[in-house]
């Protein structure tokens, strides 16, 4: 049964390894070619290879005071949420700021801010330390950040929870649109967490693909050889309002943020479920709070990070709960993993998906395992008119976030 008003997405932005910008990321993305590359920052280390954003150079971007005071995973939000506001035609110039909420999703904050004052203060002791440390690397700063950038002044958090952060955030801010707490949302995902220190950990636990020799063809989701995922960076960020108010403004609908669920395993640090039942508790959730049965879910951005445990998680899932009656595509063969991003970079792709008709492929699905019964989007984009789709997030630590996002 649907609950409270429909929500509606007004504005979309995206900065990610495929480029700076929605059409420029989609069309990369629908090439089914993978952003991963040698990543000099990770010269010596057992894993090497990133999808980072190509030709970000935040005094350009964001301007030289911003360059210098706020970390990347802020200054990729301000691009992104640029974009997403323009796009919705509204103008924080003159909003009542009062009603505009900012809530977005990050799983590790300024970690290269970190590594790079630690850096300091070993080689030239504390008075080398930036003052600006703690404000620069604190993941709060992402959403405190946007709103001194778009005068937003109603409520304004981050979601934490792992790598289903940007899902989480854009949940709770729909949430919040349907209490009436604000009017308008500036949601989504950031993360800009390739570094050393962090690479390494991710290898050491053994999440990470080892195929440094070959980084185009590493990440490779649902594929039969598939043996971990590449790190990525990038921010999704959407525009959320009621959809009764944006029509009222005479605002284009992209599509509608119908349901919503969230969950978690209880099972362990970092391995999912092996049965799956709390993501598929949040899934059940997510539809019923958009009033939606299964057989109407036509496209599925999966989770699909690449890692083997993970993909046969999630597609025993969904072979259990679509059959092969739902085309599923992962664009993290693409863009590498984004983390705390991720959730949001795939809800930007999949209202792309509804709105053009197309669904990307998961670009180095190659030979697919014979354990996952899916029916998934290979090779070239796939002409398909899509009604109801569903976007998966999963973190560490078991938290689970679904999002369904149907039509205008």
């Known amino acids: ?14 900065v990610t390894a495929a480029g700076i910008g929605v059409d420029a990321s989609w069309n990369e993305v629908c090439k089914g070619v993978s952003a991963a590359a040698k990543d000099p920052r990770l010269a ?22 911003s360059a210098l005071m706020h970390d990347r995973f802020v200054q990729l939000a301000v691009v992104a949420a640029r974009e997403a506001v323009a796009d919705s035609g509204l103008d924080p110039e003159t909003w009542d700021g009062t009603r505009v909420g900012v809530v977005m999703g990050c799983g590790v904050g300024g970690v290269s801010t970190m590594e790079t004052q630690h850096g300091r203060l070993l080689a030239k002791g504390p008075g080398a330390v930036s003052a600006l440390t703690v404000p620069m690397l604190v993941p709060n700063m992402v959403a405190g950040n946007l ?18 952060s940007g899902a989480t955030a854009i949940g709770t801010a729909a949430q919040l649109l349907r209490e009436g707490a604000c009017d308008i949302v500036v ?8 570094s050393p220190t962090l690479v390494t950990g991710f290898a050491q636990m053994g ?29 999704g960020v959407l525009v959320l309002e009621r959809e009764a108010d944006a029509r009222a403004r005479g605002a284009g609908v992209r599509a509608r943020l119908a349901g919503y669920g969230a969950s978690a395993d209880g099972h362990h640090l970092t391995a999912p479920d092996p049965e799956g039942t709390a993501v598929l508790r949040a899934v059940h959730a997510a539809m019923e709070q958009a009033g939606v049965v299964s057989g109407e879910i036509t496209h599925v951005n999966a989770h699909g990070t690449s890692t083997p445990l993970n993909d046969a998680v999630e597609a025993r899932m969904l072979h259990g709960l679509l059959g092969v009656g739902a085309a599923v595509t992962s664009t993290k063969g693409a863009l590498g993993h984004t983390l705390g991003a991720a959730g ?5 792709m999949t209202v792309l998906a509804i709105e053009r008709s197309t669904i990307p492929p998961t670009a180095n699905l190659v030979q697919q395992d014979p354990a996952h019964e899916l029916d998934l989007v290979t090779a070239v984009p796939r002409e398909e008119k899509v009604e109801v789709a569903m976007s998966n997030s999963f973190g560490f630590g078991g938290q689970n976030a679904v999002l369904i996002l149907t039509a205008a």
Request: net charge negative; with cysteine.
């Open 1 to 14: 049964m649907k609950q409270g008003p429909a929500i509606a997405v007004t504005g979309l932005g995206l």
């Open 44 to 65: 010596g280390l057992p894993v090497d290879i990133s999808c980072t954003v190509p030709d970000f150079a935040p005094a350009r971007h964001v301007g030289p005071r």
């Open 147 to 164: 709103a001194m950038d778009l005068r937003a002044t109603g409520p304004n958090l981050v979601t934490a929870t792992a790598c289903a």
């Open 187 to 194: 949601t989504g995902g950031s993360e800009a967490a390739v």
């Open 207 to 235: 999440a990470l693909s080892r195929r440094t020799a070959e980084p185009a063809t590493a990440s490779r989701p649902f594929d039969r050889d598939r043996d971990g995922f590449v790190i990525g960076e990038g921010s």
């Open 344 to 348: 949001a970079i795939e809800a930007v």
